[in-house]
């Protein structure tokens, strides 16, 4: 084995963190080898070096500052997370086919009556032929005497009317 | 049943169904170990409570992604490595003369200057490595993970992982040389002095 490969495990072997017989692989190269086992001393004298410093305790109020924090993210994200391909993503593949089947029915059923309550001839002819005072529902206007303002009213959206057909 | 009978998966799993109980649960466990590796990777209280509390939040708005697929430490790692890492990206150079007041070991007021000397030179020598090679080492030394564990948390191959860590240590090998002898002095001092 090349002496790359033994100093690539000496972190795990110093953490005795190496299987037994990748250990041994080790061990066995470092009997031969010195420039492993100088190397080796360098891992380890870093070890000792870096396991002299010490960290500080942990703030105090942390849990109570990142709960405070995480109250708020909770709060935002229920009115900000309104979408509404939310319960589409969710759905199960059955859910998502019988919401298109119902979504075809009704756009359907929808473009059928929109198409055959247009195109009708009798609601065309009764609109063309209907008095304002039906169309319009200004009945109470009927027992008005002819000459007066609203009578003149009434002519001129008759004229409007049959204008428009 | 106390509160460390219940995975961290399993709360996790609360928490993706709005449990902020559970939310708390995971904060109390874990806040310390991801604390400090801010810390030691950022040299600095605030900084470091800033990017726990943003890691917790990160962790908070994935809990409805999280499939129980890895442990949850190992996915936590994650998230803390590569918050830190980019906080290190975007505020590059950041002298750390101030370390704070921790109590050092030694009787005499000497021993404590020189222990603080070689803590506020450690903390140099680790952040004037490269962000990737200084979490490596912090994560292979401080938190004491493995080869595999290391190369989950950074996404990399354990090979890769080692070819960091090899130049990583290579670097701090340099800046920290005299530190290295004294600490060598002492300790062959110490062996001197004790009985045989």
């Given amino acids: 084995m090349y002496c790359v490969d033994i100093q690539s495990r000496f972190g795990d072997f110093i953490a005795g963190q190496l299987a037994r017989h990748e250990r041994?692989?080790?061990?066995?190269?470092?009997?031969?080898?010195?420039?492993?086992?100088t190397t080796l001393g360098n891992v380890d004298r870093l070890a000792a070096i870096l396991s002299q410093t010490e960290c500080p305790p942990v703030p105090s109020r942390l849990t109570a500052r990142i709960m405070a924090a995480a109250g708020k993210r909770r709060s935002e994200s229920v009115t900000a997370d309104w979408n509404p391909l939310k319960w589409w993503r969710g759905a199960t593949a059955p859910m998502q086919a019988a919401a298109t089947i119902t979504m075809i029915i009704g756009l359907g059923?929808?473009?059928i009556l929109g198409w055959t309550s247009t195109s009708s001839p009798s609601s065309a002819a009764t609109g063309a032929k209907s008095e304002p005072l039906d169309i319009y529902q200004l009945d109470f206007l009927g027992d008005l005497p002819s000459g007066s303002l609203a009578g003149s009213y009434l002519a001129l959206i008759a004229v409007t009317s049959e204008g428009g057909h | 049943?106390?509160?460390?009978?219940?995975s961290d998966e399993s709360l996790m799993e609360a928490v993706n169904k709005g449990d902020l109980n559970a939310f708390e649960q995971l904060v109390r466990r874990h806040q310390s170990w991801v604390w400090k590796i801010a810390y030691r990777f950022l040299g600095n209280s605030d900084e470091a409570s800033d990017i726990t509390q943003d890691a917790f939040l990160r962790l908070l708005d994935a809990s409805r992604h999280y499939r129980v697929t890895a442990k949850f430490r190992t996915y936590f790692y994650r998230i803390i490595t590569r918050?830190?890492?980019d906080h290190a990206r975007k505020n590059r150079a950041v002298p750390i003369d101030s370390l704070p007041d921790i109590p050092a070991p030694g009787p005499s007021q000497i021993d404590r200057l020189e222990h603080q000397e070689l803590e506020s030179g450690i903390q140099k020598a680790l952040d004037a490595l490269p962000p990737e090679y200084r979490m490596v080492i912090i994560l292979r030394y401080f938190e004491g993970l493995s080869g595999v564990e290391i190369a989950n948390a950074v996404k990399k191959t354990p090979k890769g992982v080692e070819r960091l860590l090899a130049r990583a240590r290579k670097n701090l090998e340099l800046s920290l040389y005299p530190y290295s002898q004294k600490i060598t002095d002492d300790y062959e001092g110490e062996s001197d002095d004790s009985p045989v």
């Fill in chain 2, 83 to 85: 918050l830190c890492i």
């Fill in chain 1, 24 to 37: 041994e692989q080790v061990l066995a190269h470092l009997q031969e080898c010195e420039a492993c086992r």
């Fill in chain 1, 109 to 111: 059923l929808g473009c």
């Fill in chain 2, 1 to 6: 049943m106390s509160d460390f009978d219940i």
